[in-house]
């Protein structure tokens, strides 16, 4: 077996003189040596390893970015989606639930069911997982809006399904014809009681008419009440449904009974001056779910624009209660 041969140069015989290291001499020069050359191999795979990938791994990574530029792709069309998700539902309940009258969806009905624990295991353990999990939560949003919305359609297309019967029933033109008014005697508000000096609300509207005049039902409905009550006199209150009820007082005459279906114009009792009254008129209310309306927003049947127009202006005016 071969051996390495060292020379060291010798400056005073100006000679190369052959050197024979010892063995841990020898030892510790191959070690550096091993060393080195280890150090050049693991930059070099390094180089390879970082520097330079595969067809596979190649594949692999575009495919990735491909799959997470869709995923980016798909989360703005969520954002989108759900912008105008929010714009449906909040013209929902404004306009086409007030249109309707019906109740708004509560935030509570219309996201009903997201609260649920859901098992996102599979989701959290993928590549890319928060922004998978985002767009997952935001599609079940966008899925629930899409149903409640959906249902809310279905209503309210039913609801117009029953408009003309609910435009026959709600309360719409005058219980007393216009040719036998006297005047407007007091309109719907604060006004100052003709007996007790007191200032009062005044829930209804006063027509000042002759002892007789005929009352007629303002619109479609059922009796509920025909009888004398304390201070209203000879009271006739009507359900017509969809949350409306409407008063008519102080009648000298009741011409129907409890129970009886009434229709718009039907004649159901005659001007009076019973109970607490200071003159013969018919005390008229509106009720809508239980809360007295202004009934001068409930004449449109029967008035033109110009006389609509002078019944508003002679109810704001008129400041003597009857009643």
Known sequence: MSHKVFYRYNPSTERYERVYPSGRARFFAALRQSAVGLLVAAVGFALVYFLWESPRERDLRERTEQVEDRL??????????????????????????????????????????????????????????????????????????????????????REVASTADRTAHIPAIQPISEK????????YGCRRDPIYGTTKFHEGMDFSSPIGTPVYATGNGTVTNASWKSQYGNLIEI?????????YAHLSEILVKPGQNVKRGDLIGKVGNTGKSTGPHLHYEVRFRG????????????LTPEEYDKMILEAENAGHVMD
Not at 112 to 135: C, F, P, W
Not at 239 to 247: E, L, P, V
Not at 291 to 302: A, G, R, S
């Open 72 to 157: 980016e792709m798909l989360n703005r069309r969520t954002d989108r989606a759900l912008e105008v998700m929010e714009d449906l539902a909040s013209r929902d309940n404004n306009f086409y639930r007030v249109m309707m009258q019906a109740e708004p969806i509560t935030a509570g009905q219309r996201y009903a069911g997201l609260e649920r624990q859901r098992n996102y295991d599979a989701i959290d353990s993928m590549a890319d997982s928060k922004l998978l999990r985002l767009t997952t939560d935001k599609l079940d949003l966008l899925d629930q809006m899409l149903y409640t919305q959906s249902k809310s359609y279905d209503f309210l297309a």
């Open 180 to 187: 036998y008014l006297r005047a407007m005697a007091s309109g």
């Open 239 to 247: 359900a017509h449904g969809y949350n409306y009820t409407t008063r």
């Open 291 to 302: 809360q007295p309306q202004n009934p001068v927003n409930y004449y449109f049947y029967d």
